[in-house]
C-alpha cells in the first residue's frame, strides 16, 4: 500500500496518499481541449447498484471508446450474465453538456476501461437483450489493481476508496441484495460491519502509517455499507464516528447514522449540522438525511436555524475540467437547508 501509487476517493492521488486523505484530495479530470467539455450528473453509488441487473467480477477482452468485451470471472449477484459480455454505453446519467471539436465529439462521455485487466462490473441488461451497459464512463465498474486490491465506490465515484477483494465482494454482494429486496445480508457481513466500527476512527495525518490507511478505507467501507444496507449501528458507536476530524469518516458516520432507526436520530442529525466545529461538507450531508429521512417534525427548528446557516461554499470538491462538475451538489449549509425547507413547503 505504498502512499506514492495510491488511489484515494478518485484517480491516482500521485504522492501522499494518507496526507491527501486529510486535505480531502479529489481527482481532476484534464482534457487537451480545455472550453470544450461534456459534463454529467453523477449517480451515488445507491443508485447505481439498485438500477444494475448484475453485479460480477470480469476480465477485459477488448476495449474501445464505444465498446468493450469482457470474460465473466465470477458471477456475485443478479441475473447470470453468461460466459462473455459486451458493454455498449451508459444507463446512468445524460450529458447535461456536449462538446465536439471540427464537429467529432471530444471523447469524455465514451468507455474508459483498460485494454487489459480485471473489473468489478454493475451492469444493466440492455433493451436489445443481447448487450449490456454501465452506469456512467466514471461509475458502474470496480478497477482491480495490480496488487490486488479494488479502487471501490460506496458513496459516488468522486470519492473513492481502496479495499481488499474479499472485503469489496463481502460488502458490495450484501449492498446488492438489499437494494434487490433481500431482506438480510450474510451474518459475515454484518460480522465486518460490526468489527471495522469497533475499532477507534483511523487517525489520518502526515504521520499516519499506511496500516492507519487501510483501518480508514475498511471503515468507511463500513460505514457506508451499513447506511445502504439499512444496517443501524448504535449511537454508542457512531458517536466517535462523528465527533472524528477527518471529513471523509463525519460524512460516512452521518450516512450510517441515518440508517439508525431511533427516536434521537434526526435530533442527532440536525444537532450535527449546527455544530460549527464540523465540517461544512459533512454538515451538507447532514441536511441531505434529514431530508431522505422525511424529518418535517423539526422543521421549525431548521427554520429558526436558517439564518445563522453558514453560507460558505462547499462541494463535492471537483475540479472545474472534472466531466461529473454537474453533479447536483448543495454549494453551502444553508442552501441544503434551504432546499430541505422548500421541499417540506410542497
Not at 43 to 66: I, M
Not at 207 to 222: I, K, L, T
Not at 267 to 290: D, P
Amino acid at each position: 500500500m505504498a502512499n506514492s501509487t495510491a488511489k484515494v476517493f478518485g484517480r491516482r492521488a500521485g504522492t501522499g496518499r494518507l496526507a491527501a486523505i486529510v486535505w480531502f484530495p479529489l481527482v481532476y479530470l484534464c482534457f487537451a481541449s480545455i472550453g470544450y467539455s461534456t459534463t454529467w450528473d453523477e449517480p451515488w453509488h445507491k443508485q447505481v447498484v439498485a438500477t444494475a441487473d448484475n453485479f460480477g467480477l470480469y476480465e477485459v477482452v477488448s476495449s474501445a471508446p464505444d465498446r468493450a468485451v469482457f470474460k465473466t470471472i465470477r458471477q456475485l449477484a443478479g441475473i447470470d450474465s453468461g460466459s462473455q459480455v459486451e458493454i455498449v454505453g451508459f444507463n446512468g446519467a445524460k450529458p447535461l453538456t456536449s462538446s465536439s471539436v471540427n464537429g467529432r465529439p471530444t471523447g469524455e462521455f465514451s468507455l474508459e476501461f483498460s485494454k487489459t485487466g480485471r473489473y468489478y462490473l454493475f451492469l444493466q441488461k440492455s433493451k436489445s437483450g443481447n448487450t449490456w451497459t454501465i452506469a456512467t464512463p466514471t461509475t458502474g465498474y470496480a478497477k482491480v489493481e495490480p496488487n490486488g486490491l479494488v479502487v471501490a465506490t460506496y458513496r459516488i465515484s468522486v470519492h473513492q476508496a481502496e479495499i481488499d477483494a474479499p472485503s469489496y465482494e463481502l460488502t458490495q454482494i450484501c449492498i446488492f441484495r438489499r437494494l434487490h429486496g433481500q431482506e438480510k445480508c450474510s451474518p459475515e457481513a454484518y460480522k465486518y460491519i460490526d468489527d471495522q466500527l469497533a475499532l477507534t476512527p483511523a487517525p489520518m495525518g502526515p504521520n499516519s502509517s499506511n496500516a492507519d490507511g487501510e483501518r480508514f478505507f475498511h471503515q468507511h467501507a463500513a460505514l457506508e455499507t451499513a447506511y445502504i444496507a439499512g444496517y443501524p449501528v448504535s449511537l454508542e458507536t457512531l458517536s466517535k464516528f462523528l465527533a472524528d476530524s477527518v471529513v471523509h469518516t463525519q460524512i460516512s458516520a452521518v450516512r450510517a447514522l441515518a440508517a439508525t432507526a431511533t427516536t434521537e436520530r434526526n435530533a442527532k442529525l440536525l444537532g450535527f449540522v449546527k455544530e460549527k466545529s464540523r465540517a461544512s461538507i459533512a454538515r451538507v450531508f447532514a441536511v441531505l438525511m434529514l431530508r431522505e429521512n422525511n424529518a418535517r417534525e423539526l422543521k421549525d427548528q431548521v427554520a429558526a436555524y436558517l439564518s445563522e446557516a453558514p453560507a460558505d461554499e462547499t462541494g463535492l470538491g471537483m475540479n472545474i475540467m472534472d466531466p461529473r462538475i454537474g453533479t447536483n451538489f448543495p454549494d453551502s449549509v444553508k442552501a441544503a437547508l434551504q432546499e430541505l425547507i422548500a421541499t417540506w413547503s410542497r
